[in-house]
């Protein structure tokens, strides 16, 4: 063999090689129901380009069949994992069955899944949805000295971040006897539904005048019943406080306009601790926490300006 043949031999093996290494991960997503839900699936997006990951994307458009069918088009394909972001709790069991019987391991990405068998998933990353909720409601007790009418935004129902959120949030203001929440119902984490279930709860409560704060799951819906509190011709941040969770760029602005009192960080950028968990998985077959916390900071109109800065001034 010539060195001109050895050197195309050379170069088909690193060829082979390298795509022999290449990962391709599918990723069931939630769907985009949010500003902060885009900005996730974004960041994975570009994470896994970063990488060199073949991501195959699956927008689920919030329904738990469309995951469902996803995953398993990922354990046809081969993929080497799976992340998925679940609409809800319940019902993974089978599909999740399936996914280790073809030796394909699975990442959790921010909501939980109900599973007694915690040995069908790696692990989990996501915030502690009880601890948002608990920093909202602490928050607000202290602004507002214990005494608030509450009404609540609730998001999908039967999610892990709605079911957390709420029970953190309760478990603060139990504490407090004249808070109390006067109305809770379900928005769908949607910017729309927000303003739309806003409108009605002030016509039930007389016109909102009664209303100390809002408490919304997410910061879309808190941004659509802004909107519907301005229309009722009250002044969202002031007549009303407006306490939320996520810490996207459109509450920033909110929040410079003081119509929102208080929102609790959710990262969005989970892509590259979910790769570094398969990547090492894939290598060594470590065991890791079942779940794996990202901790988030608590941003009022007394603390934003630095990071409503790096955000927007510096870009």
């Not at 170069?11 to 990962?23: P, R």
């Not at 939980?112 to 409601?137: C, Q």
């Not at 939320?244 to 959710?266: N, R, Y």
Request: include cysteine; charged fraction near 25%; proline fraction near 3%.
């Amino acid at each position: 063999m010539n060195n001109s043949t050895k050197g195309l031999a050379l170069c088909a093996l690193l060829s082979v090689t390298g795509a022999a290494q290449a990962l391709t991960v599918g990723f069931s997503q939630v769907g985009s129901e949010s500003g902060w839900r885009t900005t996730f699936s974004e960041s994975v997006k570009a994470e896994a380009e970063r990488r060199g990951i073949d991501l195959k994307f699956s927008d689920a458009q919030q329904k738990q069949e469309n995951q469902i069918k996803a995953i398993r088009s990922f354990i046809a394909q081969g993929v080497d994992a799976i992340v998925v972001a679940p609409v809800v709790e319940t019902g993974w069991k089978p599909v999740f069955m399936e996914a280790k019987r073809a030796r394909i391991p699975i990442v959790i990405v921010d909501r939980n899944v109900d599973l007694k068998n915690d040995s069908l998933y790696v692990t989990r990353i996501a915030p502690d949805f009880t601890e948002e909720g608990k920093k909202a409601a602490n928050w607000l007790m202290n602004a507002t000295a214990g005494k608030c009418n509450i009404v609540e935004l609730q998001g999908t129902v039967g999610s892990s971040a709605a079911i957390g959120r709420m029970e953190g949030f309760n478990s603060v203001i139990a504490n407090y006897p004249e808070a109390k929440i006067v109305r809770s119902q379900t928005a769908e984490f949607t910017r729309a539904k927000g303003k739309e279930v806003m409108e009605s709860i002030l016509k039930a409560e007389g016109g909102g005048e009664s209303i100390c704060a809002l408490w919304s799951h997410n910061d879309e819906m808190a941004l659509g019943a802004i909107q519907a509190i301005k229309e009722a011709g009250l002044k969202p941040g002031k007549d009303i406080h407006v306490v939320s969770v996520d810490a996207v760029d459109d509450i920033f602005k909110a929040l410079a306009a003081g119509e929102v009192s208080a929102t609790v960080e959710m990262s969005p950028h989970m892509g590259g601790p979910a790769f570094d968990v398969i990547e090492e998985y894939l290598k060594t077959k470590k065991k890791f926490d079942k779940w794996i916390v990202m901790d988030g900071k608590v941003f009022t109109t007394e603390n934003y300006q630095q990071e409503y800065k790096a955000r927007f001034v510096n870009q």
